[in-house]
Each structure stands twice: as C-alpha cells, then as structure tokens.
C-alpha cells in the first residue's frame, strides 16, 4: 500500500510529519526528524518527484540516500534534522532522548512556520507510533505511520539517513568498531569488537551490552 496524506488532511491544519532512527543501537546518538509541505503540493509530489517515497526501511540504502536528497531540496517543504546524543540517552532514557530529539526537530519546523506567518494553534504534529506528548505543539499520533502517512515516511527517510551519516562520521573517529557497517547495532561483529576494544565515547554506557562491560560481567 502506497503512501498517502489521507492522515494529514483528516487532522487538519498544517501537519508536521515526523518519525525518528536509533532507538536500537548501542551506540551514536538518537535522531528524528520532521517535515511538513502543503497539501496541494503533497499531491503534486506524490504523483512527481516523491513518488517513491516510503518507509525507510522498504528502501535500499542508495534509494533512501537519493530521496533524501530529493527531499531536502525541493521547494516549499520545510523540514528538519535533530538528535539527542549517548550522553542525553544515558541521563534520560532512551524513550525520553527519543522524545527530546523529535521536540527539538518539531520545534525547528513550527518555528518556520510561525515565520511565514502560521498560527499557533493551526500547527499540528502527526508522530509515527506511540503519543508523544512532548512536543512544543498539538499532535497526534499513527501506528506504523511511516508505512502510511507520506509526511511521516518522508521524515523517516531523513532520519535514516542522517544517523546513518553519523555512523560514518564514528567510524573515521572511532575505527575498529565497524560503525560504518552495523551502525551501532549489536551484532555479533560489534559485540566482538566492543568486548576487545572496550566502549568509546559514543557508546550508551546504560544499555545492556556495554554497562557489563564496564562492569567487567
């Protein structure tokens, strides 16, 4: 099933879709991020240049980096990228550095929006999964939204490949882990690698696999 803004319009206002990456990995940051483009250009996407957009993870790794780029760059979307890094995931918890990096991305899209000259009250967030009720405006939430809404699918794929990025970035910082590869998550190469090396500073010194390292278990 393709996605549609059949959700967007049923909610109303202007819709900022938004859906996040990382909340597995044991290590690198938690990102999320939020779009929002008008109706009337979200039909004209869908039938065009967005054609393709879907949820991150039906995509290849080549397709979702292309449709990002497609995304970003077309006129009259506005969007937004944040995260909340190890340290805020091992302070908060990873639900709450969750909920803290989808704030942060929905608060850089409503106050764009409030620039071009939005009310307040007419901004509404459509979050992919469980409520959030967090964010710095009304939202409303949709199982497996990424699979349905194409604001939150595209907001997926921006997510994805942005953390996806950053593993990159660990990788050059942090060699010998393999973040390139697995970004963060715990396979058995990185598990391997945690256990010979020891945790870097990326690494979420409260989930499972690394806190017995430290803890020599």
Not at 71 to 97: F, H, Q, Y
Request: charged share 20%; glycine share 10%; proline share 5%.
């Amino acid at each position: 099933m393709a996605v549609t803004v059949e959700n967007e319009r049923a909610l109303g206002g202007l819709v900022i879709g938004v859906d996040e990456a990382g909340r597995g990995p044991l290590a690198g940051g938690v990102f999320a991020a939020a779009v929002h483009v008008p109706f009337a250009l979200a039909d004209k996407l869908l039938a065009g240049a967005w054609q393709g957009v879907d949820d991150s993870k039906k995509l290849t790794e080549r397709r979702r980096a292309a449709l990002a780029e497609v995304i970003k760059a077309t006129e009259g979307c506005v969007w937004a990228v944040a995260s909340a890094s190890p340290a805020e995931i091992d302070r908060l918890n990873i639900l709450r550095a969750t909920h803290l990096a989808m704030a942060r991305a929905v608060g850089e899209v409503r106050d764009a929006l409030l620039k071009g000259g939005a009310a307040a009250d007419n901004i509404r967030a459509l979050v992919d999964g469980l409520p959030v009720n967090s964010l710095p405006c009304a939202s409303a939430n949709l199982v497996k939204g990424d699979a349905k809404s194409l604001m939150i699918a595209a907001a997926s794929i921006l997510a994805k490949t942005t953390r996806d990025s950053d593993c990159e970035r660990m990788e050059a910082v942090y060699p010998g882990y393999g973040f390139a590869k697995h970004k963060g998550y715990p396979t058995a190469e990185h598990l391997k690698a945690l256990a010979a090396l020891g945790p870097c500073p990326e690494h979420r010194m409260s989930f499972g696999p690394v806190a017995q390292m430290e803890l020599g278990i």
